[in-house]
């Protein structure tokens, strides 16, 4: 079974900064893009910002200018970096390869 594995979240306060990351086997993280996705309790799930392969970003817009998503080829590792972060952006993180395969997710918590 393949397995993203994730690592990164926890307890911030607001205006602090988190970097998720994300490990996928290589034969995924070649071919897929790689994308971060949010639940919130009593939300559905939400797309967060994806990356291709070839390195193409997109963001949605309430993390836009504050999150920023990188890969590493040679470690076909994912990343998010989450500056300046604000108690909605409170959730659970998913990580996935291709709209195909998840993580387990990694709770995110911010709050004073």
């Known amino acids: 079974q393949v397995q993203l594995v994730e690592s990164g979240g926890g307890l911030v306060q607001p205006g602090e900064s988190l970097r998720l990351s994300c490990a996928a086997p290589g034969s995924i993280f070649r071919n897929y893009p790689m994308a971060w996705y949010r639940q919130a309790p009593g939300k559905q799930r939400e797309l967060v910002a994806s990356i291709s392969s070839g390195g193409s970003t997109n963001y949605a817009d309430s993390v836009k200018g504050r999150f920023t998503i990188s890969r590493d080829n040679a470690k076909n590792t994912v990343f998010m970096q989450m500056n300046s972060l604000k108690p909605e952006d409170t959730a659970v993180y998913y990580c996935?390869?291709?709209?195909?395969?998840w993580g387990q997710g990694t709770q995110v918590t911010v709050s004073s």
């Open positions: 996935n390869a291709g709209r195909i395969v």
